[in-house]
């Protein structure tokens, strides 16, 4: 089961799945870990010798810059796309391209806080709990069907920063779940009058 990781920073969810596959949890490879920007998380995929490779959007359309994804993509065959704090909104033909095999991971409930800075977004709005998502990803941001959530408490003293912190512990865990569930074939992406659904058997 062949995994495309995409990123744009740290790289710790990238890491955390990766650390699941040796110790064979998933039953998966990370066959390349692709990144809009030079950063830690591609820093990590070659220390594990895993193709790193930095695909520079600037001075390209979204289109171009999606169908550079697609090119540099496609030959490895991916089984899934899972994006990991890929800080960029794809092109529909990217999603097309691949379509019900990309997967996101969002630090919220959605379909609250959809976007950026949702950590900050739920202390704004007063929520108790918020948490992490895992989802398909559709041509709508944030919005595809949902494998699996996981809530954390949202305390008085907090800062978007310490939710963050919080959320990204669950984040470590569910995004491997989503996975496995997919690797298993225990839910699928599936077309609906209405839209789209995760299916689960
Ligand atoms: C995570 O919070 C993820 O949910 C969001 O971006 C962050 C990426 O963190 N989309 P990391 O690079 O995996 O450490």
Same mark, same amino acid.
């Given at each position: 089961f062949k995994i495309v990781c995409m990123l744009s920073g740290r790289g710790s969810n990238f890491k955390a799945i990766l650390d699941n596959i040796q110790n064979s949890i998933l039953k998966a490879q990370i066959v390349c870990v692709v990144?809009?920007? &030079?950063?830690?998380?591609?820093?990590? @995929?070659? &220390?594990?010798?895993? *193709? @790193?490779?930095?695909?520079?959007?600037?001075?390209?359309?979204?289109?171009?810059? @999606?169908?550079?994804?697609?090119?540099?993509?496609?030959?490895y065959k991916p089984d899934l796309i899972t994006l990991a704090g890929f800080m960029r909104i794809l092109d529909d033909s990217f999603v097309d391209a691949f379509e019900g095999k990309i997967v996101n991971i969002h630090p919220s409930l959605l379909p609250l806080f959809k976007g950026l800075n949702p950590q900050k977004q739920a202390? *704004?709005?007063?929520?108790?709990?918020?948490?992490?998502?895992?989802?398909?990803?559709?041509?709508?941001?944030?919005?595809?069907?949902?494998?699996?959530? @996981?809530?954390?408490?949202?305390?008085?003293?907090?800062?978007?920063?310490?939710?963050?912190?919080?959320?990204l512990k669950v984040e470590h865990k569910i995004y491997t779940m989503a996975i496995k569930l997919i690797i298993e074939s225990k839910v699928a992406f599936t077309k609906i009058t209405s839209g789209y659904k995760a299916e689960f058997k």
């Open positions: 990144s809009d920007k &030079q950063c830690a998380g591609l820093e990590i @995929a070659k &220390q594990n010798n895993i *193709e @790193a490779i930095f695909l520079d959007p600037k001075g390209l359309t979204k289109k171009e810059y @999606a169908q550079t994804l697609i090119k540099t993509i496609k030959p202390l *704004e709005a007063g929520v108790k709990i918020s948490g992490a998502t895992v989802h398909f990803v559709t041509n709508e941001l944030d919005s595809g069907p949902i494998i699996i959530q @996981a809530a954390v408490g949202v305390f008085e003293n907090d800062t978007p920063e310490s939710l963050a912190d919080r959320i």
